[in-house]
């Protein structure tokens, strides 16, 4: 959920009139996407046309501004809280913008709709909630997806309309499949879809996807209007493990470093100083990298523990060199000066167990080249 999660590209409301058919983008951030709203077909009835507006309910103005005959969408309402879903659980979390965390991203939001007849006079309309869910399954290729509509107001002529859903994959080697439980409008109604993403991979093992989505409205005697939008990226991979899995990548994980005293003392020196590199939402997470140059540098960089020699005490203790930011980080020491980097003798076993925790956090998490993460200490 954000707060704790990755700051990533946000975007604001797209609206297109009459086909022209812009993408969506996908805003996932504090601030989210929304759906690309748009009316399909000729969008003629009598002599009008379609007026898209933005905002709160009403902020269409007065029916004597649009044009005879049109259809009006408004979007961007505030969200509401829907019912439960019939398979899984909508997170607690979910809001009006895309927020992602590691496996798991969520959307919701409220429209309004509202059909006028050649005169401009209000004729049938409605309020509609829509929210995506989707989850990401690190150990396979599947990623499941929830979508759920609610209508808990409809008026007039609307009332009867069908609505229909559809979802896609953006990749050629994801395959959607959607079992969607849909009919007509009505105040109370609510439709939703089961739905799955299945990646193949292709011969690069890695493969990102974003889910798309369209709902259309079929008014009896009205013009129809439909609204699509994407999902934020997920992706597939055989890199981080032998087994095949996904993720949502700009979900940044937390590896938990605080059952190594010595170690995690030094970690938190680091944190503390004024880049708080690598601490849990600060604005500058570490960066894996996969160089084996990148990772020399860093080590050479920052061990041995500069100025402070190898303790010689207890007897029989072995001590090693631990390095933070990690080495395996592109804000290793040879990238970043003290006080944002530093050093620490610490005893081997406490070392040797880090470097197990983080080359499985690296694996269980599918952390690849590029991908960012935070340093619980």
């Known amino acids: 959920m954000i707060g704790g999660l990755a ?4 975007a604001a409301a797209l609206l297109s009139v009459a086909g022209s058919a812009q993408a969506a983008g996908t805003g996932v951030q504090e601030a989210g996407a929304r759906p690309v709203v748009q009316a399909a077909g000729s969008a003629q009835a009598g002599a009008g046309g379609t007026t898209l507006c933005g905002g709160g309910v009403g902020s269409c103005g007065d029916a004597a501004h649009a044009p005879l005959g049109s259809t009006r969408l408004a979007v961007g309402l505030a969200a509401s809280a829907a019912p439960g879903p019939r398979q899984g659980a909508i997170p607690s979390w979910c809001t009006s913008a895309w927020e992602v965390n590691r496996t798991e991203a969520c959307y919701t939001q409220t429209s309004q709709w509202e059909m006028t007849d050649q005169n401009g006079t209000p004729v049938g309309g409605m309020t509609y909630t829509v ?9 396979s290729t599947q990623v499941y997806g929830y979508f759920q509509v609610d209508f808990p107001y409809v008026w007039g002529q609307a009332a009867g309309a069908d609505f229909t859903y559809t979802t896609g994959c953006t990749s050629v080697t994801c395959k959607p499949l959607s079992f969607y439980n849909g009919g007509l ?3 109370g109604a609510s439709f939703y879809s089961n739905d799955s993403y299945t990646d193949s991979l292709p011969a690069s093992l890695v493969d990102s996807s974003e889910a798309t989505y369209k709902i259309t409205i079929h008014p009896q ?3 129809t209007v439909s609204g699509d939008w994407n999902s934020p990226f997920f992706r597939c991979d055989q890199i981080a493990s032998s087994t095949a899995g996904c993720v949502m990548p700009n979900g940044r994980p937390v590896t938990d470093m605080r059952y190594l005293p010595t170690i995690s ?5 680091v944190q503390s100083a004024p880049l708080h590199i690598g601490q849990p939402d600060s604005p500058n997470p570490l960066t894996r990298s996969t160089s ?7 080590r050479k960089a920052a061990c041995p523990v500069p100025g402070v020699p190898k303790p010689t005490t207890p007897a029989g203790a072995v001590w090693s060199c631990d390095e933070y930011p990690f080495a395996t980080t592109l804000e290793g020491a040879a990238k970043t000066p003290p006080p944002n980097s530093g050093s620490v003798w610490v005893p081997k076993t406490e070392n040797d167990s880090q470097g197990g925790t983080l080359g499985a956090f690296y694996a269980a998490q599918r952390v690849l080249d590029g991908d960012q993460f935070y340093v619980a200490a």
């Open 7 to 10: 700051a990533l590209v946000s």
């Open 265 to 269: 003392a030094g970690i938190r020196k």
């Open 292 to 298: 084996p140059t990148v990772e020399a540098d860093n």
């Open 221 to 223: 005697g009205g013009n």
């Open 131 to 139: 929210t995506n869910y989707l989850k990401a399954d690190p150990k």
């Open 185 to 187: 409008i009505r105040q």
